[in-house]
């Protein structure tokens, strides 16, 4: 089993759905969490970052963490082409970059 | 500059010859990173660099791969005697110190034939 299990998609919707993005982890020493948006031929963009259990809310995105459950999800809503993307998750059991895991990443597309 | 910068953006080289990648990180950030990203795989930790500090090379895969930083600012990636599973991209990232959020660039894709 990986450390960091991802849906890789892709996963196609209609824009202005509501898309639900998840990660599920082992390590439940694991409490630093990150979500990345990352385009074709480009390096990952830090999106959401979070710290233990709880819900964090920027704009269209909520970033959920269920530490009981080893589950984060990426919420976004309204979404649109723009958000066409695939989306990473990371997480670490310290603020370290070196030891953040990453997820294979899902790849979304938004249908105008 | 404004971003991270790295070079060349793509690099086709023959098995068994040696490769040179090049990261130019953000002005003032003292830590830096290099990651690789295969197909259908999440990014692979290969080296840290914090300051003047000695780097954290516990990612590298093999000794055929090193890094150095010069003056605390850019980086070079080199892979010796490369070889087909050495095809990737890879990814530099940078931050203003340890434990912030860092900023990527938009990496170097290596085909190795």
């Known amino acids: 089993q990986k450390e960091v299990e991802q849906d890789p998609g892709p996963l196609s919707v209609p824009e202005g759905a509501i898309v639900s993005l998840n990660c599920t982890y082992s390590?439940?020493?694991?409490?630093?969490f990150m979500w990345y948006r990352q385009y074709s031929r480009k390096g990952p963009e830090l999106l959401m970052y979070t710290y233990s259990s709880g819900n964090k809310e920027d704009g269209r995105f909520t970033a959920q963490v269920d530490k009981s459950s080893k589950y984060i999800s990426l919420f976004i809503r309204d979404s649109q082409p723009s958000d066409s993307a695939t989306y990473l998750c990371?997480?670490?059991?310290?603020?370290?970059?070196?030891?953040?895991?990453f997820g294979p990443g899902t790849r979304l597309s938004v249908l105008p | 500059g404004a971003g991270v910068s790295q070079s060349p953006s793509n690099k086709v080289t023959e098995k068994g010859k040696d490769v040179e990648l090049r990261c130019d990180p953000i002005s003032g950030h003292t830590a830096l990173y290099w990651y690789r990203q295969s197909l259908g795989q999440g990014l692979e930790f290969l080296i840290y660099?914090?300051?003047?500090?000695?780097?954290?090379k516990s990612g590298l895969p093999s000794d055929r791969f090193s890094a150095e930083r010069t003056g605390g600012s850019v980086s070079t990636l080199t892979i010796q005697r490369t070889q087909q599973e050495d095809s990737a991209v890879y990814l530099c990232?940078?931050?203003?110190?340890?434990?912030?959020?860092?900023?990527f660039g938009s990496g170097t894709r290596l085909t190795v034939v």
């Open positions: 390590n439940s020493a694991f409490q630093y």
């Open positions: 990371a997480m670490s059991d310290d603020n370290y970059g070196q030891n953040f895991v």
């Open positions: 660099f914090q300051g003047n500090s000695a780097p954290d």
């Open positions: 990232a940078s931050s203003p110190y340890r434990g912030s959020g860092y900023t």
